[in-house]
């Protein structure tokens, strides 16, 4: 009698994992799906004027189903910029790895990050186009993801060897903010983003020779 509990017990175990087993890569997919909806709808609409209908409706879902992976917009926004912010890291860690000083280490990541705003990726668009103050109730973790990024910059322009009193952050956010205007003055057909983080660095590089020189 026991013994044939445990088989029973064992056949129901059995039975629920490979039933979960069957559900998770489902469940994953749709996962993915929502994520690609929302990068799309939120890069080219903003967040404000996306809905969880329009969303759901572009993943063939009912708004009502979206709610089962993602509480709310606010929880899909933080998704996507987060996975933005994965994707358009590893692009520059790769990138940075193969650069021997610190000058060639910068160029590299601008290259990068240039290649993946560029790409007209709807992730990329969403980190440089929807900012933390157009969603007041996850500004502060969008903040952090934002930073937690940025940090890498900082970073880099901390290892230049720059001369006397350089203030590095204006620096960085003078680069920063060269690299995601691009979406708006850079045309297809002219540098390449390699070509362009060479102009940029190299001409920062120059102007810094130039005042140490000068001083």
């Not at 790409?119 to 668009?125: G, K, L, R």
């Amino acid at each position: 009698m026991e013994s044939l509990e445990n088989k029973q017990l064992f056949g129901i175990l059995l039975l629920m994992t490979e039933q979960a087993a069957f559900r998770a890569p489902r469940q994953d997919n749709r996962r993915r799906q929502l994520l690609a909806a929302a990068a799309r709808r939120l890069a080219h609409q903003g967040f404000r004027a996306t809905t969880i209908r329009d969303i759901a409706g572009d993943a063939g879902m009912l708004p009502g189903s979206l709610y089962y992976h993602f509480a709310s917009k606010n929880d899909l926004l933080l998704a996507v910029y987060e996975e933005g912010v994965r994707r358009i890291a590893a692009n520059v860690d790769r990138a940075v790895a193969g650069a021997a000083n610190p000058w060639a280490r910068l160029e590299a990541a601008c290259a990068a990050h240039l290649e993946t705003v560029l790409d007209h990726s709807d992730y990329a668009q969403v980190i440089v186009r929807v900012l933390p103050q157009d969603a007041p109730e996850v500004s502060d973790r969008l903040i952090t993801l934002r930073d937690a990024y940025e940090g890498r910059f900082k970073r880099l322009v901390d290892d230049l060897a720059l001369p006397g009193p350089s203030d590095r952050r204006n620096l960085r956010l003078l680069l920063l903010g060269a690299l995601n205007w691009s979406q708006v003055w850079y045309r297809p057909g002219g540098d390449t983003p390699a070509a362009l983080a060479r102009s940029f660095t190299g001409y920062i590089k120059h102007a810094l020779d130039e005042a140490q020189e000068a001083r």
